[in-house]
């Protein structure tokens, strides 16, 4: 069974720009969280997903980010303009029901913000 | 308010045990879970309770104590590819559906030396 997959692995961009990140959960996977990781910290929650719709995104900084997750699956999470301190690993992770379950986390995009 | 403390970094030797605490004071409580995270790669679910006892998989155990708010991940006979941060995550409940919280400590740094 293939696991969350996440691309880019890494990105690089000058302050102001815009990035994408973009992810495919397990397959049959109703729930699907993003996460912003900074080094030496745990997850902190951006977004969760239960099928198409936002649940939770009272951590989302609205101004800049945005996310979406068309037909129930893959889900892609922008940032607009990145600012410096939005460098750090952004994590996906997807879980079978609803109710915060056992999660299964992709690899992650470690993005650096110059 | 929500709050998860782990102790930020621990040492030990190859073959030894060593056991890793998570205190927790949550709104609520539907399990604990507890991931391993290797430096620069996504965490990985290791165990998970919701009622009172030791939980034991092969070399790692976890223990949970709801009355005392308190849990803790017993690492045996460790090797050195336990070397890793460790999350203890809490499934709040006292909210339902979309309203619950899973939160996450900052993880313990765990550096097994030979």
């Known amino acids: 069974e293939a696991g969350v997959v996440q691309s880019p692995r890494y990105k690089i961009i000058e302050k102001k720009q815009p990035v994408a990140f973009w992810c495919n959960p397990i397959?049959?996977?109703?729930?699907l969280y993003w996460y912003l990781q900074n080094l030496g910290q745990g997850p902190e929650l951006l977004i969760r997903y239960e099928n198409e719709e936002a649940v939770d995104d009272s951590q989302l900084p609205k101004d800049r980010f945005s996310a979406e997750r068309l037909k129930g699956v893959d889900s892609t999470l922008k940032i607009q303009p990145a600012e410096l301190g939005d460098s750090a690993v952004y994590l996906c992770?997807?879980?079978?029901?609803?109710?915060?379950?056992?999660?299964?986390f992709g690899p992650g995009t470690r993005l650096t913000v110059l | 308010g929500q709050n998860i403390d782990q102790p930020t970094e621990m040492t030990a030797t190859e073959g030894a045990i060593v056991q890793i605490n998570c205190t927790y004071q949550t709104s609520g409580f539907n399990g604990l879970f507890w991931y391993q995270q290797h430096a620069g790669e996504a965490p990985t679910f290791l165990s998970y309770?919701?009622l009172d006892g030791l939980e034991e998989k092969g070399r790692f155990s976890s223990f949970l104590s709801r009355s005392k708010g308190y849990s803790y991940l017993l690492l045996k006979e460790l090797q050195m590819k336990d070397s890793a941060s460790y999350l203890c995550?809490?499934?709040?409940?006292?909210?339902?559906?979309?309203?619950?919280?899973?939160?996450w400590g900052l993880g313990t740094s765990l550096a097994v030396n030979p």
């Open positions: 995550a809490v499934r709040d409940a006292l909210n339902a559906g979309n309203n619950r919280k899973l939160i």
């Open positions: 309770n919701v």
């Open positions: 397959s049959g996977h109703n729930t």
């Open positions: 992770a997807s879980s079978l029901g609803q109710g915060l379950d056992t999660q299964y």
